[in-house]
């Protein structure tokens, strides 16, 4: 299939700024979420300021997506390395440095947790063993990573539209059915009163827009980011609102407390348990796959990239291109596999704290010091 009739670029199909948005879209929304474990856990968990915490968050979400990414595409790093070092400035051999052990951090977290997810759900579904399954999604992960920035965007458009379609046949009719609960459980949390697992814990979504640099090589105007940006906060706005709204229907409900899927608990109390359970499963293994699709797509084309830069001809790097992506992406799809594999989900789950943090020193604040002391004219 020639370029220009590509889903990617043929904007009949697909427009770029849609691809880029949808790519942000799969990057945040993974397992956790179509599982909702990670709508309670940081969102839900805070009472009714779930409500609006959404508004906040993927609006800074699409901020930082946006500025990250109008720097990359004006100064031409294609990858986070070369924009650390391009960003950082006299910084970089510190800073830059500390963003690849943030980067690292992040692949042996939320990587090897969708492996997890995903396997477990598998597992789940056909009663085989837990490393098949997990197999089965390294295979998947392996595939569509191994061939560069137009699969990933293109599998990142496909799934984001299976994925929404899921979450409207899961929750719409559910909030409809328990709209009652809904309303009783608003008010219970404006009241004061807590939901069932509340607990407080750091947020780590802020690292993943580094995934966003390889895709701004296809750019070609400004306008197709700025584009991006605008569908990125409403796509994740509103399928984290409805995800709130629909969930708020079990904030009170006493198995919560021991269930690994919430989803599920609300289905089991609403409507469509049977249709509805199997949707559940596919959106977690979806959602699943497209995250670490996504961020072990970023390490593999840091590191080809590098490569890549110490050859003297552009016959060189087009002859061996498929092969260095293929190692590197061995490399760091057994990497994410390994971690699930051994149950180091304990370790992963306490790794998502740390990634807040790193996140927090290597991109909030030195993208805040950057816009001001350049009052943006860098991007």
């Known amino acids: ?20 948005a949808f790519v942000a879209f799969t990057t945040q929304f993974g397992g956790g979420f179509a599982s909702g474990a990670q709508i309670y856990q940081y969102f839900i968990n805070y009472g009714i300021w779930c409500l609006i915490l959404p508004l906040v968050t993927q609006g800074l979400y699409a901020l930082f997506f946006w500025y990250g990414m109008r720097y990359a595409y004006k100064h031409k790093t294609y990858d986070y390395r070369s924009f650390s070092d391009s960003m950082y400035g006299k910084t970089r051999h510190v800073m830059s440095n500390l963003y690849e052990i943030c980067y690292l951090i992040m692949i042996g977290t939320a990587s090897a947790a969708a492996f997890a997810t995903g396997g477990s759900t598998l597992q789940t579904l056909f009663g085989i063993p837990y490393w098949v399954c997990t197999l089965i999604i390294a295979a998947f992960i392996f595939f569509i990573a191994l061939y560069g920035t ?3 965007r293109k599998c990142a458009s496909t799934l984001s539209v299976l994925i929404i379609i899921g979450l409207v046949l899961v929750l719409v009719p559910n909030i409809i059915a328990q709209w009652g609960d809904i309303t009783a459980s608003i008010g219970r949390m404006t009241s004061g009163e807590m939901p069932v697992i509340s607990s407080e814990t750091g947020a780590f979504g802020l690292a993943s827009v580094s995934v966003m640099y ?7 105007d400004v306008k197709q980011i700025n584009k991006a940006a605008i569908w990125m906060f409403i796509c994740n706005f509103l399928a984290m609102e409805l995800s709130i709204f629909g969930l708020l229907a079990i904030a009170y409900v006493a198995d919560l407390a021991t269930a690994s899927v919430p989803m599920l608990v609300l289905v089991q109390n609403g409507v469509g348990s049977g249709i509805l359970t199997p949707i559940i499963s596919i959106l977690i293994i979806l959602g699943a796959i497209s995250t670490a699709v996504n961020m072990i797509s970023g390490i593999v084309t840091r590191c080809v990239n590098a490569m890549e830069r110490r050859m003297d001809s552009k016959e060189k790097k087009a002859k061996g291109h498929l092969a260095r992506n293929a190692v590197f992406t061995a490399i760091f799809t057994f990497l994410a596999f390994a971690i699930a594999q051994f149950g180091l989900m304990t370790v992963v789950k306490k790794g998502y704290a740390y990634l807040g943090y790193a996140a927090f020193i290597t991109l909030f604040v030195p993208f805040v010091v950057h816009a001001v002391a350049t009052k943006g004219k860098e991007i």
């Open 1 to 20: 299939m020639s370029e220009k009739k590509s889903l990617l670029v043929d904007k009949s199909k697909m427009p770029l700024a849609m691809g880029l």
């Open 150 to 152: 137009n699969v990933v």
């Open 214 to 220: 390889q895709h701004m090589e296809d750019v070609t």
